[in-house]
């Protein structure tokens, strides 16, 4: 699974217009009129697929919740909440 916060170069708690900045950013940069690279055509469409998610906000959360599920941000943390869930829902 890709990192649309890594594609884009931004924390998870980035607020809408610094991922929008950055992804205006990225797709200037990427941009195959404008970056002769033979990957750039690629990066910029990730980029673009990473901006379409994180810019809608059902989406958004929708990809942050599956982030957490998935223990892509942090493993340890979301392991241990997970463990705490669990034994909770076993002593009520």
Do not use: C, W
Request: aromatic share 10%; glycine share 2%; hydrophobic share 35%.
């Amino acid at each position: 699974m890709q990192d649309h916060y890594e594609k884009l170069g931004v924390p998870p708690s980035a607020t809408h217009e610094t991922i929008k900045l950055a992804y205006r950013k990225k797709a200037a940069f990427y941009h195959p009129d404008k970056n002769s690279a033979d990957d750039a055509a690629l990066r910029f469409r990730e980029v673009q697929d990473a901006y379409e998610v994180l810019s809608d906000p059902e989406r958004k959360q929708s990809y942050d919740e599956y982030r957490q599920r998935s223990l892509i941000d942090d493993p340890v943390a979301v392991a241990q909440d997970m463990a705490a869930k669990y034994i909770q829902g076993i002593l009520n």
